[in-house]
């Protein structure tokens, strides 16, 4: 007899065997049915802890074997090395003669060391004036009056000095104010408070000028960029992902 096809109202059979079939047929099938539902609650606690849990319990990773762990670094907080190309000042202690004296005994202590401890240190930026000397020279010998004056007198040196012409800075110095406005993003007025704290007085306006000089020096290589940007086929646009194919 079908066990799943009975009913409330289905009236059950007579003789003992056949009840006691379906009574062990009954049990296999409560069995089944409560190992099902223990799987389905593991489940859900699992969906639940995971959707309701707490964070560090939502994503647990799997345990990796000891075999595949990478080796523990030495010194995972230690300092990292400072770069060999930097200068090396020393600045060494020594005992003077009275001190090398034992006091025990007073025979001359021997050196038998040394700790050597490295920091990394900055000199504040150093300004000095560029004194450029451009030597004249004239032909005695050529008469004023019958020879030009471009032909008699020879200036060495370029025509104009320094990066802008009649300005006060050297190339150097543009060279930082340049840097410093848009690669550091340095505003001109905080830009001259820095430069003030070192002694030289520049106004907000003087160091604007001097980028104006400095973007009218770099306009052929602004004119190379564009030409060279123009002759790509793509474009790819910072940030944004954007890509601009041009014609041709």
Not at 128 to 144: E, G, I, N, Q
Request: a positive charge; one cysteine or more.
């Amino acid at each position: 007899m079908d066990i799943t096809a009975l009913t409330v109202d289905t009236p059950l059979p007579t003789d003992v065997p056949t009840l006691q079939a379906m009574v062990r047929e009954l049990l296999v099938k409560n069995r089944q049915l409560e190992a099902r539902i223990a799987e389905l609650e593991a489940k859900l606690d699992a969906a639940l802890k995971h959707r309701f849990g707490r964070r560090s319990e939502r994503r647990t990773p799997p345990p990796v074997p000891a075999a595949q762990k990478p080796p523990p670094r030495r010194d995972p907080h230690g300092r990292s090395p400072l770069p060999e190309h930097l200068e090396r000042r020393e600045v060494v202690h020594d005992l003077t003669d009275a001190e090398k004296l034992c006091p025990c005994c007073g025979q001359l202590r021997v050196c038998i060391g040394e700790q050597t401890a490295e920091q990394l240190d900055l000199e504040p930026a150093r300004f000095f004036v560029r004194r450029t000397r451009k030597r004249s020279y004239a032909c005695r010998h050529c008469d004023p009056a019958t020879v030009p004056a471009e032909q008699r007198i020879a200036t060495a040196g370029p025509l104009n000095v320094g990066p802008i012409p009649r300005g006060l800075c050297g190339p150097g110095l543009l060279a930082h104010v340049v840097t410093a406005k848009f690669a550091d993003h340095v505003p001109v007025y905080r830009l001259a408070g820095q430069l003030a704290r070192s002694g030289v007085t520049i106004a907000s306006s003087t160091l604007g000028d001097w980028l104006l000089g400095a973007s009218e020096l770099l306009t052929p290589l602004y004119e190379l960029m564009h030409t060279r940007l123009l002759r790509s086929r793509v474009i790819h646009g910072d940030d944004t992902g954007v890509k601009l194919r041009v014609p041709g």
